[in-house]
């Protein structure tokens, strides 16, 4: 659309402004709208997590832009599910700060505009790129650069203190042979070292992160159990056992921490839905695997693990320690 210069109309800027400085194209939407507007509003997008395309605060980002632009009225606009919520909650904003004055919306390239225009109430403008910068891509460029700067390291600090604490998913699978006793063998277990481990006398369950790749679900289960044992149990019954809070000593002292779920599954050649057909190696991370008997558990068992295999030996599923 074509603009004019109307300095009773009021200039509503949207945007994230995700990067570390403004660059080229910020500033050339900004100085557009100053050039039609006495009256500006800047609304700042505020997502309910940082991550990697949010990862700057709503604090950050004020600083930023009034060190530049010390006339602009900034206010945030929380991220919401709904594209529809999101338009009306902006509308409703738009009218408290500006009741009387008509208003006009800008964005820049890939703006919020696409996301407003179905379900908003105002007039809204894309402005041309020049410089074609992509916020993503700035990002991308200075993620690996390290500064030898208090600030730099007063920012890292920064970071860490101002988010939500992570609780990290991890699977451990308990895997045994006779445990359904089909045959006079005693029930064993199948533990494993990894590689920082080899020197000390203790064991772990088969077990690692969730990752996303995996999907999720018993696919988690059945790629850690692949990747760190060799055993296929895709055809095999997987039960689950319970949920651990872990005492990991990576999160000792911090407010993050690992919640693991236990899964078990028998590999006993006997057990009818079990296709166990795989050579025992061990993999990933995991430099030794070894057979234990039900007696021999309680004094080569690592810490980490030694509660919730002992409940589950003792049928004592409901304790979570």
Same mark, same amino acid.
């Given at each position: $659309? @074509?603009?004019?210069?109307?300095?009773?109309?009021?200039? #509503?800027?949207?945007?994230?402004?995700?990067?570390?400085?403004?660059?080229?194209?910020?500033?050339?939407?900004?100085? +557009?709208?100053?050039?039609?507007?006495? +009256? #500006?509003?800047? =609304?700042?997008?505020?997502?309910?997590?940082?991550?990697?395309?949010?990862?700057?605060?709503?604090?950050?980002?004020?600083? $930023?832009?009034?060190?530049?632009?010390?006339?602009?009225?900034? *206010?945030?606009?929380?991220?919401?599910?709904?594209?529809?919520?999101?338009?009306?909650?902006?509308?409703?904003?738009?009218?408290?700060?500006?009741? @009387?004055?008509?208003?006009?919306?800008?964005?820049?390239?890939?703006?919020?505009?696409?996301?407003?225009?179905?379900?908003?109430? =105002?007039?809204?403008?894309?402005?041309?790129?020049?410089?074609?910068?992509?916020?993503?891509?700035?990002?991308? &460029?200075?993620?690996?650069?390290?500064?030898?700067?208090?600030? =730099?390291?007063?920012?890292?600090?920064?970071?860490?203190?101002?988010?939500?604490?992570?609780?990290?998913?991890?699977?451990?699978?308990?895997?045994?042979?006779?445990?359904?006793?089909?045959?006079?063998?005693?029930?064993?277990?199948?533990?494993?070292? @990894?590689?920082?481990?080899?020197?000390?006398?203790? /064991?772990?369950?088969?077990?690692?992160?969730?990752?996303?790749?995996?999907?999720?679900?018993?696919? &988690?289960?059945?790629?850690?159990?692949?990747?760190?044992?060799?055993?296929?149990?895709?055809?095999?019954?997987?039960? =689950?056992?319970?949920?651990?809070?872990?005492?990991?000593?990576? %999160?000792?002292?911090?407010?993050? &921490?690992? $919640?693991?779920? *236990?899964?078990?599954?028998?590999? &006993?050649?006997?057990?009818?839905?079990?296709?166990?057909?795989?050579?025992?190696?061990?993999?990933?991370?995991?430099? %030794?695997?070894? /057979?234990?008997?039900?007696?021999?558990?309680?004094?080569?068992?690592?810490?980490?693990?030694?509660? $919730?295999?002992?409940?589950?030996?003792? @049928?004592?599923?409901?304790?979570?320690?």
């Amino acid at each position: $659309m @074509k603009i004019s210069t109307d300095y009773k109309t009021t200039g #509503i800027i949207v945007a994230r402004l995700q990067v570390h400085e403004l660059h080229v194209e910020h500033k050339a939407l900004i100085e +557009k709208v100053r050039q039609y507007h006495k +009256k #500006i509003f800047l =609304f700042l997008g505020v997502a309910p997590v940082k991550t990697d395309k949010n990862p700057l605060d709503y604090p950050t980002r004020v600083k $930023m832009v009034l060190s530049e632009y010390p006339d602009i009225i900034i *206010l945030p606009l929380q991220d919401v599910e709904s594209d529809q919520v999101w338009a009306e909650n902006l509308d409703k904003l738009i009218k408290i700060v500006e009741p @009387k004055n008509k208003v006009l919306l800008y964005g820049g390239r890939d703006s919020f505009i696409k996301y407003y225009k179905p379900f908003g109430s =105002f007039e809204t403008v894309e402005t041309l790129s020049t410089f074609d910068i992509s916020g993503t891509e700035v990002r991308e &460029s200075i993620s690996n650069e390290v500064l030898n700067t208090s600030d =730099f390291r007063a920012g890292q600090i920064y970071q860490i203190y101002n988010r939500y604490p992570i609780v990290y998913p991890t699977v451990d699978i308990i895997i045994t042979k006779n445990y359904y006793k089909t045959n006079n063998e005693p029930t064993e277990y199948l533990l494993g070292k @990894k590689h920082a481990e080899i020197n000390d006398d203790y /064991w772990r369950l088969i077990g690692g992160f969730i990752e996303k790749r995996h999907g999720g679900g018993k696919n &988690s289960i059945i790629a850690e159990v692949l990747e760190e044992t060799n055993l296929d149990i895709s055809k095999s019954i997987i039960t =689950f056992v319970n949920q651990y809070t872990i005492d990991d000593w990576r %999160y000792r002292g911090s407010k993050d &921490s690992i $919640m693991t779920t *236990l899964f078990h599954v028998d590999i &006993s050649s006997e057990w009818k839905d079990n296709v166990f057909s795989n050579t025992l190696c061990a993999g990933d991370d995991i430099a %030794y695997l070894e /057979w234990f008997k039900e007696n021999e558990i309680k004094d080569v068992i690592r810490n980490t693990h030694k509660q $919730m295999l002992l409940n589950f030996i003792n @049928k004592n599923y409901g304790i979570n320690s």
